[in-house]
């Protein structure tokens, strides 16, 4: 018999979207939650590392609830609640900003607080990562107690070897925008061959951009957000992950403990992991769990 209990629901977002959800919760009471923030064309179950957490976070004290955020999938059809009903809008990566993940996320928080949990650990996988820095750094008097970051992308590396002339379309994103067309869809697609609107294209890269936080292929710029932050912190680098990351992962650590805030981050790399942790779940959980049991010694 499982030792989960396991409540899906709907939480809307600030601005009305219907979220999909799954609580999972060990049967002995806990008011800690773990809150996970998915990446870029994915959604709340698709990494095959949510089954272990689903487990192996319950059977150590703590809730896991995993939420598809308005940027799941490629393109996908969201309910959205108004003043005269329901409607359906287009919603998924093409469409994601970054800075709209406050009003996923606040909404995730205030549905786990009327469950009476009180402590809540944030975590985020890929493009996760980004809005669960961004959430910490600029929402203030969050409740968030620590955060677990995984798998961390440098967006202008991604830009750069895999989005050819992607300035240009920089420019023809902006033109689109100010022409009143930024929901239109770019004649250029970003990494993992995703179509994207207008409106997300500049979001990724406009020189202020705020997804431009791990810069190790531009040490020159400020790792915005992220040295902000606080509280303790894990950060999980896969070996492996030539994806999101260009450089080796032990000079990415070095990088980062020039710009984390002193003992209370830690970096770990992941040995012979990839991005996505995939044969290597087991591994990435007992790291966690270590973590977590010996930053609440």
């Not at 992308?153 to 240009?168: F, H």
């Not at 925008?177 to 869809?185: C, F, P, V």
């Not at 912190?233 to 980062?256: F, Q, R, T, Y």
Request: proline residues 4%; hydrophobic residues 35%; glycine residues 6%.
């Amino acid at each position: 018999m499982t030792s989960t209990l396991v409540t899906p629901d709907k939480v809307y977002s600030q601005d009305g979207l219907e979220l999909d959800t799954l609580l999972f919760e060990p049967k002995r009471r806990t008011r800690r939650a773990i809150i996970h923030i998915h990446g870029i064309t994915s959604h709340y179950l698709q990494n095959h590392f949510i089954a272990n957490m689903s487990r192996v976070y319950p059977e150590n004290g703590y809730s896991f609830m995993t939420f598809n955020n308005r940027g799941h999938d490629y393109i996908a059809d969201v309910i959205k609640t108004g003043m005269v009903g329901t409607d359906r809008v287009q919603k998924g990566s093409a469409f994601d900003i970054l800075e709209e993940c406050i009003l996923d996320i606040d909404p995730i928080i205030e549905y786990l607080k009327s469950k009476d949990y009180d402590e809540f650990i944030l975590q985020g996988h890929s493009l996760g990562v980004l809005k669960a820095c961004y959430y910490l750094s600029t929402k203030k008097n969050n409740p968030i107690s620590s955060t677990i970051l995984l798998s961390p992308m440098d967006v202008v590396y991604l830009l750069d070897s895999q989005v050819k002339d992607w300035k240009y379309w920089r420019d023809v994103a902006k033109n689109m925008i100010d022409g009143g067309r930024g929901q239109q869809y770019m004649g250029v697609k970003i990494w993992l061959d995703v179509p994207i609107s207008a409106d997300t294209y500049w979001n990724y890269t406009r020189e202020d951009s705020n997804m431009w936080i791990f810069n190790f292929s531009n040490l020159h710029r400020e790792f915005i957000h992220l040295i902000k932050l606080r509280l303790p912190s894990l950060i999980v680098l896969p070996e492996m992950d030539n994806i999101a990351i260009g450089i080796p992962k032990d000079e990415a650590k070095k990088e980062l403990k020039k710009r984390v805030f002193g003992r209370s981050t830690k970096i770990e790399i992941l040995p012979k992991s990839g991005h996505g942790y995939w044969g290597f779940e087991d591994n990435l959980m007992e790291l966690i769990i270590n973590w977590l049991q010996s930053h609440e010694k």
